[in-house]
């Protein structure tokens, strides 16, 4: 029973706000959307820069398509770029909604620890999870005698996602100006050798605390995301990779997240990155799980017994 943006919501079963891009929802939105609706929710796909806080309604909060009332719940397919204001109030819409009693998936706790990269990796280590040996800190010259003591590294945006941005740093390579990263310096060690010609990560899909479904990306450059050109190929987690994939996405307290494990050059296996935003579409690719699907119905279970947390 869709209904949008500007018209009314027929009664019926929860009604959901589902936060896209502000030009559209995207394929995971659209899949999201029919799986919701099969299972008698009434979605409202709108964008978290067209909310507002507002006095003069009861709840505070103005969401298009709910007449000054509230979602029982509210996924999160996309917060958006946008200036640190506007990243700030759409994060404090997330956290309005989730006090007022919305179930919010992810919510803003969960996305603002995944989202900068060190914050995951600190809970990471705090869980007792292996991770790579990472530093990040603010100015150019700290990082550059970082670099100089630690040989071969990978530099991220703090803010990275798909790969973009994620450069390695040999011997002789500049360090990229302070305004290119935010004055931030997320630096690690790299995982390769230097003779490496197979690249693979995993890529592990959490769902309330079970797995859902996991590929392995095998690369033709050492940047193995799917968006890079890598390949997904079906894959099996064994128990350890399950365990660090459950942790992890503990550790950030997500809801759900796609987590990419990778091996060490001595075979150990490391925990990498955490999304809270994961696209599914590469491991939907080799999956045999619906999973806008089986993301819906966790969803809905906890939108229908949310309890206040
Ligand atoms: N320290 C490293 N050593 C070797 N390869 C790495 C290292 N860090 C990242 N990579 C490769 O680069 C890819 C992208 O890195 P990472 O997952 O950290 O960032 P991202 O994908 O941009 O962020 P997100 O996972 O949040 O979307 C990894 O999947 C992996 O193949
Ligand atoms: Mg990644």
Redesign the pocket.
């Given at each position: 029973m869709p209904a949008s943006a500007d018209g009314s919501i027929p009664r019926g079963g929860p009604r959901i706000a589902l936060f896209v891009e502000d030009d559209g929802g995207d394929w995971h939105a659209r899949r999201l959307t029919r799986a919701l609706e099969a299972r008698g929710a009434i979605v409202v796909t709108t964008s978290l820069n067209r909310c507002a806080f507002d006095t003069r309604l009861t709840s505070g909060l103005d969401i298009p398509g709910f007449q000054g009332g509230l979602p029982e719940g509210a996924f999160v397919r996309s917060v958006s770029a946008g200036s640190l204001e506007q990243i700030t109030m759409r994060l404090g819409i997330l956290h309005a909604l989730e006090a007022a009693g919305v179930r919010v998936w992810n919510n803003a706790r969960a996305i603002e620890r995944c989202v900068d990269k060190s914050t995951a990796t600190w809970r990471f280590q705090r869980a007792g999870l292996p991770t790579?040996v990472t530093r990040t800190a603010e100015g150019h010259d700290a990082a550059a005698a970082y670099r100089k003591e630690r040989g071969t590294l990978?530099l991220?945006p703090l803010f990275?996602?798909?790969?973009?941005g994620?450069k390695r740093l040999s011997d002789g390579d500049e360090l990229p100006p302070s305004e290119e990263v935010g004055d931030v310096y997320y630096l690690?060690?790299?995982?390769?050798g230097p003779d490496a010609a197979t690249?693979e990560?995993w890529r592990v899909l959490v769902s309330c605390g079970r797995i859902l479904s996991a590929m392995k990306?095998r690369?033709r450059t050492?940047?193995?995301?799917v968006h890079q050109g890598a390949e997904p190929v079906v894959h099996e987690p064994d128990d350890e990779m399950r365990d660090y994939a459950l942790r992890a996405a503990l550790a950030v307290g997500a809801d759900y997240a796609?987590v990419?494990l990778?091996r060490a050059i001595d075979g150990r296996l490391l925990v990498?990155?955490i999304?809270s935003n994961p696209a599914w579409k590469g491991l939907q690719s080799v999956s045999g799980l619906d999973i806008a699907d089986a993301l819906a119905a966790d969803f809905l279970v906890d939108v229908a017994n949310r309890v206040p947390r």
């Open positions: 790579p990978v991220k990275g996602s798909q790969g973009n994620v690690q060690e790299y995982l390769r690249f990560d990306r690369g050492w940047i193995t995301n796609g990419d990778i990498l990155e999304n």
